[in-house]
């Protein structure tokens, strides 16, 4: 199992929605042992419960992984319970190509005074 950490910035651009939840498109730039550029799209829904929410995303990245060039998917699933959060972020399975084919890991991430950190961990198997 192999472990990076770094940071990434990301731009949010919400969308029309016609239900009774939030989309956004995601940017984002990596930075670090992760290094390149994913675009997804974010679906979120907050309840009136103050502190209770959950969103769902789907991002593809682009880039290099320690030195390996290529592209994988991730699949995000939160939820905050009366502000308790619960995250995970997963590579999607077999989506990795170039020399990435193989990878699968899940990340964490933190905010912290408005900053962005990714804490990954992975693994490649074929």
Known sequence: ??????????????????????????????????CGTSEGQMLSVRTDTPG???YVAIEQFSGTLDGKAGSFALQHSGTMNRGEASL????????????????????????????HYYDFNYVFTL
């Not at 077999?94 to 408005?114: R, Y």
């Open 52 to 54: 209770s929410a959950g």
């Open 88 to 115: 995970t972020v997963s590579v999607i399975p077999d989506s990795a190509s170039g020399d990435l084919t193989g990878l699968s890991g899940n990340m964490q991430i933190t905010i912290e005074n408005g900053a």
């Open 1 to 34: 199992m192999h472990h990076i950490q770094g940071e990434f910035s990301v731009e949010l651009s919400p969308q029309a929605d016609e239900i009774n939840t939030g989309r956004m498109l995601l940017n984002k730039t990596y930075k670090g042992a992760l």
